[in-house]
């Protein structure tokens, strides 16, 4: 039997109610995974009105913490998650928003090969494929751009090696080796 991987879709529906609540607690208390991840969003709000266009393409789009700020100024939304569950909660406070349910190590879902996009963002999502599967998917969302669009790209990250290593020993617990 095949062995899962703990953060998998089934793990992220079993994580999708207290998700919100764990990413607050570890920003706010400055720690792994989420350290700084209230910061980052507000880098990417301030980037994103910088673009010109309004369509906006979310891979790994959680609960939706960043689209649905970016909805409420008027953008409209595509996400896509592999977890049923939060999709779920995106739907029912973006009910507007166009969802698919695909996992992202397969690439982009074909339903959007066709569409085009003004902003792309992949927040906190990329780390869980591995290093072919990332370029692959920066390589086929790069191709969805509008002329003027713009990709941005947030995850977990350490300035060194020697950082990351250390940070993987003192959380242990709760590391994701992707």
């Known amino acids: 039997m095949e062995k899962k991987k703990p ?15 764990d990413v607050e607690e570890s920003d706010e208390d400055n720690r792994y995974p989420f350290a700084a991840y209230k910061a980052i969003q507000e880098e990417l709000i301030r980037e994103a009105q910088s673009v010109k266009g309004q369509r906006v393409l979310d891979l790994g789009i959680g609960t939706a913490s960043l689209a649905k700020r970016l909805a409420a100024m008027g953008y409209e939304i595509t996400g896509v998650d592999f977890s049923e569950d939060m999709l779920e909660k995106v739907r029912q406070e973006l009910p507007e928003a166009r969802l698919l349910q ?62 990351m290593e250390a940070l993987e020993k003192q959380e242990e617990d709760i590391w994701d080796p992707d």
């Open 7 to 21: 953060l998998d879709a089934e793990g992220f529906d079993l994580w999708s109610e207290n998700y919100d609540q």
């Open 102 to 163: 695909a996992d992202l190590t397969h690439g982009i879902p074909h339903e959007l090969l066709d569409d085009e996009f003004d902003l792309i963002f992949c927040n906190y999502a990329i780390h869980h494929l591995d290093l072919e599967e990332q370029l692959q998917l920066m390589e086929d969302a790069l191709e969805l751009l509008s002329p003027h669009g713009s990709f941005f790209l947030a995850d977990v990250m350490t300035q060194t090696r020697e950082e």
